[in-house]
């Protein structure tokens, strides 16, 4: 096979660098699968990971990318044939082992989930890592009870790929949804896609005072981490749900015992990177069904693998919103 275009994320002088390269499939992380790349998307890890911003790759050199759709080349694996249409996702994609910002992917036949009908091969990378974790948040918080009926449900960083995603899915599925986000300007985004309610960050006093506050939320979903999932810990109902999925705003929160053992409430921590598969092909399954989201043309940019390097700075500063789908020739 010719050779293929890859971004490959190298340590030079102590420093993290990424450069577009020219490689051959032989070269790529062994793998049973051989899939020709047709989309893949941006998440935030893959921008720590190129920039060098957050400590996630393991082993350099690496392809970055830990999202990618396309069509099987070929398989030593006899769950998998040419012509396939497949997505990869999560595991040790983009980190400590090649990825998904190649045109051609070699990866272990435990990670390929086959395409479910209802979905193309683009509208499964609209979603990617991103959007499977948000799916993978409702459906932990379903299990665990909630309903439309049980209230309110708030989205914490609501103008992120996750949360957009996230907000559309619940408001497609009739839940009553209040977004939360720092950025003004997004307000009108968040209605459109689905919220009932916009709060302002600068409204809220996440400090607070008190183990315990008003009673808010029947659900929440939060990428944010930090003093915001404190908050939501002290205001959620009696038997509420939290589905944590990200840490944009620190890996360190304060809580104490009272909310959990009075009020009943959950904190799900949601695993996208390594999650069982029957499990993962069941959220893939809802996404493509009751979980696909509606809004997909305001949530998704459209980008050329060209136009990759770009957008990793915007992510770190958080100046975007939404999803980058890369696409590929």
């Not at 830990?66 to 249409?85: E, H, L």
């Not at 996440?206 to 810990?233: C, N, T, Y």
Request: contains cysteine; aromatic residues 8%; charged residues 20%.
């Amino acid at each position: 096979m010719q050779k293929f275009k890859a971004y490959r994320i190298f340590e030079e002088d102590r420093k993290t660098v990424a450069r577009f390269v020219e490689m051959a499939v032989e070269e790529l992380d062994a793998g049973e699968v051989v899939i020709r790349t047709a989309f893949s998307s941006v998440n935030y890890k893959d921008a720590l990971a190129a920039t060098g911003a957050g400590k996630v790759i393991r082993r350099f050199p690496c392809v970055g990318g830990i999202d990618m759709s396309g069509t099987v080349v070929s398989s030593t694996d006899a769950r998998f044939k040419a012509g396939d249409p497949v997505i990869c996702t999560s595991y040790d994609m983009g980190v400590s082992h090649d990825g998904g910002f190649a045109e051609y992917v070699r990866v272990p036949a435990a990670w390929v989930v086959p395409l479910p009908h209802g979905l193309t091969l683009h509208e499964a990378m609209c979603l990617g890592t991103a959007g499977y974790t948000a799916g993978l948040g409702v459906e932990l918080m379903e299990l665990n009870g909630l309903t439309p009926a049980s209230g309110k449900v708030v989205v914490t960083g609501a103008t992120g790929g996750v949360s957009s995603l996230a907000i559309d899915m619940l408001a497609k599925k009739g839940y009553h949804v209040v977004a939360v986000t720092g950025k003004d300007a997004g307000h009108d985004y968040l209605k459109g896609l689905g919220a009932k309610e916009v709060l302002a960050r600068s409204s809220i006093d996440f400090a607070g005072g008190r183990p315990m506050e008003k009673a808010l939320w029947a659900g929440a979903v939060d990428s944010v981490g930090g003093e915001q999932l404190s908050w939501l810990i002290r205001t959620m109902q009696q038997d509420g749900v939290i589905a944590s999925i990200g840490n944009a705003g620190g890996i360190e929160f304060k809580a104490t015992v009272l909310p959990f053992i009075l009020r009943g409430v959950r904190l799900l921590g949601c695993d996208s990177g390594y999650t069982h598969m029957p499990v993962r092909r069941r959220v893939w399954e809802r996404l493509a069904t009751d979980l696909k989201p509606l809004h997909f043309k305001d949530i998704i940019h459209d980008i050329a693998f060209d136009q990759l390097p770009p957008v990793f700075e915007g992510l770190i500063k958080a100046q975007v919103r939404g999803r980058y789908v890369v696409r590929f020739a």
